[in-house]
C-alpha cells in the first residue's frame, strides 16, 4: 500500500495550496482519509479528516473555514485546499487511511497507513 502526497510548497502568508495524496489502495472509498502535520520541534498534530460512508467532514479548531477536504473515489485521491494561509501552518503534512473509521477520528493511532509527507511553508 502507498500513499504519495504532493503538492507542497513555499507560499506567501494569505495564499492558497491544495495538497494531494494518491493512494494504491484497492477499496479506497472504504476507507476514512485524514490529513496530519508536523512542524518543526512540534508533535504531530490533525488537521482534518472525510469519513467513507457518508464524507464527514472533522476539522482542527485552527483550520476550519480555511482548510476544506475531500475526495475523488474514482481516481483513488483525498485533497486538502488550504486558503488563507498562516505562518503557523508551516510544517510537513502527512496523509493516512483507515479502513472503515469515521470522519471524526482525530487520533492519529487510529490510522494504518500513511505518506511521506510533503513540505508546505508559509512566509510572513
Known amino acids: 500500500v502507498q500513499l504519495q502526497a504532493s503538492g507542497g510548497g513555499l507560499v506567501q502568508a494569505g495564499g492558497s495550496l491544495r495538497l494531494s495524496c494518491a493512494a494504491s489502495l484497492r477499496t479506497f472509498s472504504a476507507y476514512t482519509l485524514a490529513w496530519f502535520r508536523q512542524a518543526p520541534e512540534k508533535g504531530r498534530e490533525f488537521v482534518a479528516a472525510i469519513g467513507w460512508r457518508v464524507g464527514t467532514t472533522t476539522y482542527r479548531d485552527s483550520v476550519q473555514g480555511r482548510f476544506t477536504i475531500s475526495r475523488d473515489n474514482a481516481k483513488n485521491t483525498v485533497y486538502l485546499q488550504m486558503n488563507s494561509l498562516k505562518p503557523e501552518d508551516t510544517a510537513v503534512y502527512y496523509c493516512?487511511?483507515?479502513?472503515?473509521?469515521?470522519?471524526?477520528?482525530?487520533?492519529?493511532?487510529?490510522?494504518?497507513?500513511w505518506g511521506q509527507g510533503t513540505l508546505v511553508t508559509v512566509s510572513s
Open positions: 493516512a487511511a483507515d479502513r472503515g473509521g469515521s470522519g471524526r477520528d482525530w487520533r492519529d493511532i487510529l490510522y494504518e497507513y
